[in-house]
């Protein structure tokens, strides 16, 4: 009989690299939720200059979330999570994105919201952890 098993975050003693992060997070999710639909974006893996112009030509949009999860659940179509390494910030002191990229993603992310997606931010492992399982605790 399958027993799934418990994902257990290695201890790190530096900053997670947002690559490393997408694969923690898809790893936890096909352990603890294996028939669950997602996606990565792999936006955290280094391209060249020609494979991102590419690959920003099969986007709709800038900004887009780095991981989908299409599980209907709390009213939600599905989760949009944006990840972001451990100790980034997303705003400057005075409210306004801290980059230009993030206030793309912040509207982006608004814009899921408006058509029935939940859609957010996750800084850092921990906190995606929570946000993936929250959302997919809803009934």
């Known amino acids: 009989m399958y027993k799934p098993k418990t994902y257990r975050a290695k201890t790190v003693l530096k ?13 936890y ?8 639909l997602f996606n990565s974006d792999m936006s955290g893996i280094k391209l060249t200059k020609g494979q991102a112009v590419k690959a ?13 999860i299409y599980e209907p659940r709390g009213g939600f179509h599905g989760l949009f999570v944006e990840l972001k390494k451990e100790g980034e ?13 993030v206030r793309e993603q912040i509207i982006c992310m608004y814009l899921l919201r408006t058509k029935g997606y939940c859609a957010g931010f996750a800084i850092g492992f ?4 929570t946000v993936i399982d929250d959302y997919l605790k809803l009934e």
């Open 29 to 36: 999710i096909k352990v603890q939720y294996p028939k669950i």
């Open 89 to 101: 910030v997303l705003y400057k002191r005075n409210g306004a994105a801290v980059t230009e990229h």
């Open 56 to 68: 920003s030509k099969l986007r709709s949009n800038k900004g887009y979330p780095d991981i989908s």
């Open 15 to 27: 900053l997670q690299s947002e690559e490393s992060l997408h694969k923690s997070i898809c790893d």
């Open 126 to 129: 921990n906190e995606a952890k």
